[in-house]
Nanobody, 124 residues
Framework: QALAVESGGGLVQAGGSLRLSCAASGRTIFSNYAMGWFRQVPGKEREFVAAITWNGGSTYYADSVKGRFTISRDNAENTVSLQMNSLKPEDTAVYYC????????????????WGQGTQVTVSS
């Protein structure tokens, strides 16, 4: 069973914004884990985008999104979000959320049971 269900993707023009959401699936409790967002383009490896520690005290970002994306979490709601601003065509990908292994700053996912992801397409 997938760890989470992602939503919020869509088609947006360059410079626009989207907010992605990740909701826990089944009996998963996000507060037990650091959480992160990853993305994948067909033909390329999945890559780290952003991560947040279990209590939201620290966040980490890929250099390519630093200053434009913001990760947040709500442990009471068992959700993780990714606010994406100033989107660029190179941000086009399927976005996934997953738990993050320690050390969190390394940006490695913890589980192999991925959800369906949510497609983000940025037009130029």
């Amino acid at each position: 069973q997938a760890l989470a269900v992602e939503s919020g993707g869509g088609l947006v023009q360059a410079g626009g914004s989207l907010r992605l959401s990740c909701a826990a699936s089944g009996r998963t409790i996000f507060s037990n884990y650091a959480m992160g967002w990853f993305r994948q383009v067909p033909g390329k490896e999945r890559e780290f985008v952003a991560a947040i520690t279990w209590n939201g005290g620290s966040t980490y970002y890929a250099d390519s999104v630093k200053g434009r994306f913001t990760i947040s979490r709500d442990n009471a709601e068992n959700t993780v979000s990714l606010q994406m601003n100033s989107l660029k065509p190179e941000d086009t990908a399927v976005y996934y959320c997953n738990a993050v292994a320690h050390p969190v700053r390394d940006g490695n996912w913890l589980f192999d049971n991925w959800g369906q992801g949510t497609q983000v397409t940025v037009s130029s």
